[in-house]
């Protein structure tokens, strides 16, 4: 099955620097790629995706770059902001079904 | 609201009872997920509806847990002789179509005593 690893596993920036999260996935056709923010006692909220058919796609602060020959893709958060604290998953969808990474909890601090 | 919800928020049971987890998805979502999370883990696939049949169920653990969506809408997990393993927070997601965004409800909390 697939396997996706994220890193870090933690991760602190001051406020207003940027914050980048990785992830590899072993599938070669897996063909979207979303990205999550999970906060305290809630479900994960879809924050940006791509599908494998895009190198990078950006909405304001947040972008996310793929690279489909090496397998992996991340998350990039520029003038980060102390709301962007959460846990992060980024995920891999193959046919049907998806594959979370592990997490990567974000500290904004300020 | 128009979310996806879950029921109970929280459900503590004691070893070896059965339970149920129930799923109300966003009004016209096709396709709905469950997954568990444990404590620092990413959401791991359980099984996944497309409309009332489960069109993938590889995720269950084992044959102690089982799900239904008899009317293509609600679904239930339905867990039999619970053990301390099964603690975990069950999420479901509903999207339009499989890969579609997928919508998270806030989670079951399961603590088996």
């Known amino acids: 099955g697939e396997n996706v690893e994220q890193h870090p596993s933690t991760l602190s920036v001051q406020e207003g620097d940027s914050a980048v999260i990785k992830c590899t996935y072993s599938d070669s056709a897996s063909n979207y790629f979303p990205w999550y923010k999970q906060e305290l006692g809630k479900g994960p909220q879809l924050i940006i995706d791509?599908?494998?058919?895009?190198g990078e796609k950006k909405d304001q602060r947040i972008a996310v770059t793929l690279n489909k020959t090496a397998k992996h893709f991340s998350l990039h958060i520029t003038e980060t902001q102390p709301e962007d604290s959460a846990v992060y998953f980024c995920?891999?969808?193959?046919?049907?079904?998806?594959?979370f990474g592990t997490g990567t909890k974000l500290q904004v601090i300020p | 609201g128009a979310g996806v919800s879950q029921t109970p928020s929280n459900k503590v049971t004691e070893k070896g009872k059965y339970v149920e987890l129930r799923c109300d998805p966003i009004?016209?979502?096709?396709?709905l997920y469950w997954y568990r999370q444990s404590l620092g883990q990413g959401p791991e696939f359980l099984i996944y509806f497309q409309g009332t049949g489960a069109a993938d169920d590889s995720g269950l653990p084992n044959d102690r847990f089982f799900a239904v969506r008899p009317e293509g809408s609600v679904s239930t997990l339905k867990i039999q002789r619970t053990e301390r393993g099964d603690s975990a927070v069950y999420l479901c997601a509903s999207s339009l179509m499989a890969t579609d965004t997928q919508y998270f409800g806030p989670g079951t909390r399961l603590t088996v005593l």
């Open positions: 009004s016209g979502h096709t396709a």
């Open positions: 995920a891999s969808w193959g046919y049907q079904k998806v594959t």
């Open positions: 791509i599908r494998s058919n895009v």
